[in-house]
Structure formats: C-alpha cells, structure tokens
C-alpha cells in the first residue's frame, strides 16, 4: 500500500482524508517525475507535511489545492536535486509520457493539472504561485 496510516496514530478525519486523496497525489507525483519510487515517497511525504505542517482540518474541508501544492513542491525539490546528481535527463519523443517528461516542470505541472485532474485555472495558478 502506498501510504498506510494507523488508526491509533492519526485522528480517523486524517486517515479517512488519506484513504480518499492517496490515488491521486501519487497519480500526480507519477505524472511529474515518471518515477514510480519518487512518486510513492513524495506523496508519503505530502501527507506527512498536511499532518504536521498545517492545520490538517483544514485540508478536510476544504478542497485538495493546497495538497497539490505540497506535492508540486516536493517534485520541484526533487527534480532540482536528481538534475545536479545525474545531469540533464535524456529522454525520448516515443510516448506521450515521455514528451510530458520532457516540458519543462512549469509547463508539466500545468498541463496534468488542467487535463488530467480538470482543475480550474484558477485553482493551477494557487498551485503553481510558490514556483
């Protein structure tokens, strides 16, 4: 399981809110790194940042922008730091994932926010305001 959080360590709102968002982050980590282990750390560690680092009620009530925000953060952390490691990524035209990997981190965040999660331009712009 991709994120599991014990009942008896978190308030049941927070791991009810998990349950229902973890297929999500991930898709959405997935999406922006193409890396399967990166996508299942950072959304771990996006649902570890709404716990400790905010008021995590607040994400229950209100809708999942603020998520996506910590998810693109991360991304944008680890993007810049696999590019120091490794150098630029070469990466090929053959897939529409591949083409997607391609764009730059901007442009990527955009385009899987506008059309795969059908998030408004407004709600894009909130997201992408700490870029």
């Known amino acids: 399981m991709l994120f599991s959080v014990r009942k008896n360590n978190y308030p049941q709102s927070f791991v009810d809110y998990v349950n229902v968002h973890k297929d999500q982050v991930y898709q959405l980590s997935y999406m922006l790194t193409g890396n399967s282990r990166a996508a299942e750390e950072i959304s771990t560690e996006a649902f570890l940042r709404a716990y400790t680092q905010t008021n995590y009620k607040r994400y229950i009530t209100k809708n999942h922008t603020q998520l996506y925000r910590i998810v693109v953060d991360l991304v944008t952390d680890y993007l810049a730091e ?22 730059p981190i901007r442009e990527r965040v955009k385009v899987v926010l506008k059309y795969i999660f059908e998030l408004q331009s407004r709600d894009i712009e909130a997201i992408l305001e700490s870029m």
Request: proline residues 0%.
């Open 82 to 103: 696999r590019k120091t490691e490794t150098g630029k990524k070469k990466v090929g035209k053959d897939t529409l994932e591949d083409s997607l990997i391609a764009l």
